[in-house]
């Protein structure tokens, strides 16, 4: 397949580059290029917004948390998909109608500056392990591929999703969105078509392990997950920055509706995929390959290069919304500038800030995304979703409320980066385990302590 995927990938990343270029014509100003105009449709924010929520971690990640633990690797994307809905009804219209550009944006016409500021520095500085982990994932899938590792290929498809992203900004990545999110789901799709209907090995051991819940996944972590996992999908930059490019409040809201629904069935199928690989593949025959890999591995050639390119468009659409977002919240929110020429040289400085981490070997995927879901999830979430309900309603006292962010973001900062000197302080284990929701629960009470009548 070595060969054949290098030309396709040549290909397919030749077509994001005219994309770009072409969309340099549409994006006259800080508006087009930032926020694709504000003017795009239901059915393109539905498609850029799926596009973004599946990435490595809801793809590779997700498969190989169900080959571990079962069938209750689902409650991730499940979550996700509540995340989304309880977004459309208590949120997105609301949010869209206040007109901001971007998260940070939005805290600052709600509680002020330096709520703006300090959104700003946790989400770029944060942002940059995440698109780490993005990147590290496609490293791996193009290794996989080719059959060897090649950091010259790594690097130079890095490169041109940076330049294709800065090209054309927001604009670009809505289309290529579209491009991407069709061949994810293909590519999905017929993983599962033909494990369980060409393969069916096993299919009645996965329908006879079908629980929610089981001794590797108990009550405590469906606890966890539901607002850890389900605060992103419902509060997160990049979830929300679809919310920003929509035509008005009423696309806004149905778009989060829909990718909610869809993103729920597509949690059943790529759940499904794992299970299937559980019961009819042993430790031994997977070896180290991941769940997904192992699938692409027994597939036919040509449907292996589909599902391949369906997980690399997964990642990359993650990986643009990422670059392009942080690198907006940078130039607007923390420079206080409306340049285009401005973003584009942070989407270049922030995208190889992130690839040299990979190419020197900084952290793995999870690890990456986890340190930085745990400074934000604890830290903004409540926060800022507070401030959003009491708007125009309440006055806020800026003081506390980014007391709260820190104080949240602090927890999420102890339980990831400093577990083991807790640990040797005497810290006890099971507050250890739930430091980040304690964590949401500081930043909660601290954001509620904040609000003020209005006069």
Partial sequence: MNHIFALALLLYLIVFIVIGILD?????????????????????????????????????????????????????????????????????????????DTLPDLAGRIVGRPAELIISLIIVISWIGVIAGQLVAMNALITFALGKSSTLIFVITSLIVIAYTAIGGQMSVVKTDKIQLVIILAG???????????????NAAVVQNVELLNDNYRVSNLFTQFFVIGGVYFLGPDIM?????????????????????????????????????????????????????????????????????????????????????????????????????????????????????????????????TGAYSIYTPGVIFPLA?????????????????????????????GNYFAAALAEIGVPALIMKYLTLIGMGVSFILSLLSLRRSA
């Fill in 24 to 100: 340099i014509r549409n994006t006259k100003t800080f508006t087009d290029y930032s926020v694709a105009g504000k003017r795009q449709s239901l059915f393109a924010v539905v498609m850029t917004l799926l596009a973004t929520v599946v990435g490595a971690s809801t793809t590779i990640g997700i498969t190989n948390t169900v080959y571990d633990i079962g069938f209750p690797g689902i409650w991730w994307l499940a979550f996700g998909s509540v995340g989304l809905i309880l977004q459309s009804v208590f949120l997105s219209k609301k949010v869209r109608e206040i007109g901001a």
């Fill in 241 to 369: 920055s679809r919310n920003f490019i929509a035509k008005d409040g009423k696309a806004a809201k149905n778009a989060a509706w829909i990718a909610g629904v869809v993103l729920f069935a597509f949690s059943v199928v790529i759940t499904l995929i794992g299970m299937w690989i559980r019961y009819n593949v042993t430790p031994e025959e997977k070896g180290s390959m991941g769940a997904l890999m192992y699938a692409v591995s027994i597939m036919p050639k040509w449907a292996a290069i589909l599902l391949v390119f369906g997980l690399l468009s997964a990642i990359l659409s993650s990986t643009d919304t990422c670059i392009i977002n942080a690198s907006t919240i940078f130039v607007k929110d923390i420079l206080k500038k409306e340049s285009v020429m401005g973003v584009r040289i942070t989407v270049v400085a922030i995208g190889l800030v992130s690839l040299a981490l990979v190419v020197l070997g900084q952290g793995d995927i999870m690890s990456l995304l």
């Fill in 188 to 202: 999905v799709a017929l993983c599962m078509v033909y494990l369980y209907v060409t393969k069916g090995d096993n």
């Fill in 386 to 414: 507070v401030a959003i309900f009491a708007y125009k309603k309440c006055r806020i006292h800026i003081g506390i409320w980014v007391a709260a962010v820190v104080a949240g973001g602090l927890f999420g900062i102890m």
